[in-house]
């Protein structure tokens, strides 16, 4: 049975729960429950603290996890990332009162506050940095510098409306940035087949949540123009219709951009274009977030 561990709190947590259930894994009704067993599917699930996750993997004491990438690299376990999946996004940055710092090696013999020392560390070392001292603090770190702990911080900096509100500023460029992804023991047989039906089920989960499928009918002689607009993500199936001279085509195409490209379809002489959702490679053709105009029967 696959063994995996999942955020039991946090932005991590409701993201990589969603992200479960629309794969189809039984998820936890109560925040009490630390352990599940989905039997259908047969994986176990852990419900551990973000930060140990990536400890319990590279130890090997558990299968795949689902981390931030900041937590991974700050705790050096011995796992490694394998699949992005695109929730809690953030950015890792120094900050400071105006006039301290300006770039990283500006940052020569200061004292800095943070949550994440192991990432800070790596950092600094990698511009050949030497800070004064790395304080470890697991609360609010903009704090440290009103109480003089430190000079400066290396913190989580989402929109920059928090640095604003306290007066500081960005130093330098992004130490990292940082998302939800998947990971496993470094070195772990990447040929488990269950392991790789997991992957590929919250693969199937990013692709339902980016692409929708576009349908459309067009002359044979504007088929080259059209799949061009609409190439899919290997090629797009391509069937006459029962009218001669007439083609069905239907591609996958980024959700973001799909009013553009049926725009663009008109105009090389498309008709009936459809745009449907796809949910978890399956179609949700009733789905309420697909605007009325994806239809456009000409």
Do not use: C
Request: glycine share 8%; no cysteine; proline share 4%.
């Amino acid at each position: 049975m696959l063994r995996i561990a999942i955020p039991n709190k946090g932005s991590l947590s409701g993201s990589a729960g969603a992200m479960l259930h629309e794969a189809g894994y039984r998820q936890r009704t109560d925040t009490k429950e630390l352990v599940i067993v989905d039997e259908e599917n047969g994986v176990e699930f852990f419900y551990l603290r973000p930060r140990d996750i990536a400890v319990y993997v590279g130890s090997g004491q558990l299968d795949i996890g689902i981390t931030g990438r900041d937590l991974l690299l700050d705790s050096a376990a011995a796992a490694e990332e394998v699949l992005q999946l695109g929730f809690a996004r953030s950015t890792f940055r120094f900050a400071s009162m105006p006039g301290i710092a300006e770039t990283v090696q500006d940052l020569e013999g200061m004292t800095i506050a943070t949550s994440y020392p192991g990432v800070v560390e790596k950092h600094l070392a990698e511009h050949g940095v030497h800070a004064r001292g790395i304080v470890r603090l697991d609360g609010a770190v903009e704090t440290a510098m009103k109480l003089g702990v430190a000079q400066v911080i290396a913190d989580v900096v989402e929109t920059g409306t928090t640095l604003a509100h306290l007066g500081l500023v960005v130093i330098g460029e992004p130490i990292m940035e940082s998302e939800g992804i998947v990971i496993r023991p470094a070195g772990a047989d990447t040929t488990d087949e269950a392991a790789q039906r997991f992957l590929r089920r919250l693969q199937s989960v990013l692709v339902a949540r980016i692409y929708v499928m576009m349908d459309y009918d067009i002359r044979m002689e504007d088929v080259e123009a059209a799949v061009a607009l609409t190439p899919g993500l290997e090629s797009p199936t391509v069937s006459p219709l029962h009218k001669e001279g007439w083609a069905a085509v239907r591609a996958m195409v980024p959700a973001d951009q799909a009013q553009h490209i049926m725009d663009e379809l008109e105009t090389v002489g498309a008709r009936a274009i459809l745009a449907t959702r796809i949910f978890s490679g399956r179609f949700s053709p009733l789905s309420p977030s697909i605007p009325r105009r994806s239809e456009r029967d000409l």
